[in-house]
């Protein structure tokens, strides 16, 4: 069992950053790929970035694709989204999300066994 806790979210004006952070507790932080989901209001839940176990490897969807960055700090045992140029469309609710048993980064929500309460992030235009 992994408990999973987000912050970091807020209000912001288009174009300026957040930096979003998932706290794990639980099983071996480093045991588990990661990754950030988000909703919109009226929308659907869709796949932002993954970070696999221990090499670091990364996704992105392509609408974040060059303005966010997902990192982990393993002896911290905690995952970061850097958002950066945010756009009003970037507007949600911010989860993470944690996998024990598969081995590189998913973009599928049902590889995924752990979630946290979601952060809100608004961006005003």
């Known amino acids: 069992q992994v408990q999973l806790v987000e912050s970091g979210g807020g209000l912001v004006q288009a174009g300026g950053s957040l930096r979003l952070s998932c706290a794990a507790s639980?099983?071996?932080?480093?045991?588990?790929?990661m990754g950030w989901f988000r909703q919109a209001p009226g929308k659907e839940r869709e796949f932002v970035a993954t970070?696999?176990?221990?090499?670091?490897?990364?996704s992105y969807a392509d609408s974040v694709k060059g303005r966010f960055t997902i990192s982990r700090d393993n002896a911290k045992n905690t995952v970061y989204l850097q958002m950066n140029s945010l756009k009003p469309e970037d507007t949600a609710v911010y989860y993470c999300a944690a996998s024990y048993f598969i081995r590189n980064g998913s973009r599928r929500e049902q590889d995924y066994d752990y979630w946290g309460q979601g952060t809100q992030v608004t961006v005003s235009s």
């Open positions: 639980g099983r071996t932080f480093s045991s588990y790929v």
């Open positions: 970070i696999s176990r221990s090499l670091g490897i990364t």
